[in-house]
């Protein structure tokens, strides 16, 4: 890939991978490739069943702040339902997120 400066008009290769997985068409990214296909399959990527994956049950600050930030999140569409100035809420829910 060339690179060309438009402020001094110099210009320059950058070796970019091309991807290739042939070795007939590029050998250095198909090497590259076949070390990661290799990895892949050390690591348990070929495994014919996914893998299950349980969530951590919230412990009792997660959720407490979860339904802290529902009942800001409700104090604050009811304000402005009502027309009143969300500044002050809108600042709290920022912090929560």
Do not use: Y
């Not at 590259?32 to 296909?37: A, I, P």
């Not at 990895?39 to 412990?59: F, K, V, Y």
């Not at 009942?71 to 920022?94: H, N, Y």
């Amino acid at each position: 890939m060339r690179r060309l400066d438009t402020i001094t008009g110099r210009s320059e290769v950058i070796d970019v991978p091309c991807g290739a997985v042939l070795d007939s068409k590029c050998p250095p990214c198909a090497k590259r490739n076949r070390q990661l296909r290799m990895a892949q399959c050390r690591e348990g990527w070929h495994l014919d069943t996914e893998p299950t994956i349980t969530p951590d049950q919230p412990n009792e600050e997660q959720r407490w702040l979860v339904e802290f930030r529902a009942d800001m999140q409700a104090k604050r569409d009811a304000a402005e339902q009502a027309g009143d100035d969300t500044t002050d809420l809108d600042a709290v829910l920022s912090g929560l997120r």
